[in-house]
């Protein structure tokens, strides 16, 4: 790809000092044989975005105002400016220990402020790999920069990665994971009751579903929650989402994700039934 554009831009260049040569009446065969050229390369270059970075891609119609050389030129220079922005977005600070923390060093409540505001920027999706990969393996950047990502795009999902932050061998990841799941907490139980205010006087079916789905997901999913309040959840959730299916037009797009919701929380409450039966099972033989 990168030596056709070399050959383009060769030939293009080629044909300029040729136009310079003869003068003033070059301009009238250079001029359409650059544009030829030029709409050549780029036709060959938008044919093959899929092997582009995106700064690639957005410099491509750049240096296609200009000729092939010029796109050529934008394409290797391109990488550059994204690895500089990288590196301008991604600043993360050494940890210390509870011993060594000066004054001036953020709590773990204020990191996690900060980190819930957007004060602290963390990586892109092509960056981060694998969070639960970087929070077992990864150095002590790298898990910082997991669990940050992981507070800031929190769902119920992500919870055991807050989990197997709070059995990191580093206090200031373990303080900042117990933060994040006190916040959890208490975020479940502040949206729970706004929507139960909301729903209260008028009823609409929009916050019922939502009160369901978000009931549905922390109770089968959010392991911060002890498990006994997690099947509660989902037995609540069991019968709110049994009245919005009711309510719901047979053309509703929002019953297919209804469906699939309660035949998760029907797998996570007979999922809790079967480990208590096996663990009273455990337990009477002992006895």
């Known amino acids: ?156 999902r992500l919870s055991p990665l807050i989990v197997m932050a709070l059995s990191d061998e580093d206090q200031t990841i373990r303080a900042l994971a117990a933060a994040a799941a006190a916040q959890v907490s208490y975020n479940l139980a502040q949206q729970r009751s706004e929507l139960q205010a909301r729903i209260a006087p008028a009823q609409h079916l929009e916050d019922r579903y939502v009160l369901a789905m978000l009931l549905a997901d922390h109770g089968c999913f959010n392991q911060l929650l002890p498990q006994g309040q997690r099947l509660r959840l989902c037995q609540e959730a069991s019968r709110k989402l049994e009245d919005v299916a009711g309510l719901l037009a047979g053309g509703d797009i929002r019953r297919r994700a209804l469906q699939a919701a309660r035949a998760q929380v029907r797998r996570a409450v007979e999922g809790t039934a079967k480990s208590r039966l096996v663990r009273r099972s455990g337990v009477e033989p002992a006895s």
């Open 1 to 156: 790809m990168i030596l056709l554009l070399v050959l383009y831009s060769i030939v293009d260049l080629l044909l300029l000092f040729r136009a310079m040569l003869v003068g003033e009446g070059g301009i009238s065969w250079f001029a359409p044989a650059h544009l030829l050229l030029s709409c050549a390369a780029l036709l060959v270059m938008m044919g093959r975005l899929g092997d582009l970075s995106a700064p690639q891609r957005f410099a491509l119609p750049v240096g296609a105002a200009m000729g092939p050389a010029a796109m050529l030129v934008c394409l290797l220079l391109a990488p550059l400016t994204a690895g500089s922005r990288r590196k301008r977005q991604i600043v993360y600070r050494n940890a210390r220990s509870g011993k060594q923390r000066f004054a001036n060093t953020p709590s773990p409540v204020e990191r996690l402020g900060r980190i819930l505001d957007e004060r602290v920027r963390y990586p892109e999706s092509d960056e981060i790999g694998s969070l639960a990969t970087m929070l077992r393996y990864g150095n002590l950047q790298a898990r910082y920069r997991a669990l940050e990502t992981a507070v800031i795009s929190f769902e119920p």
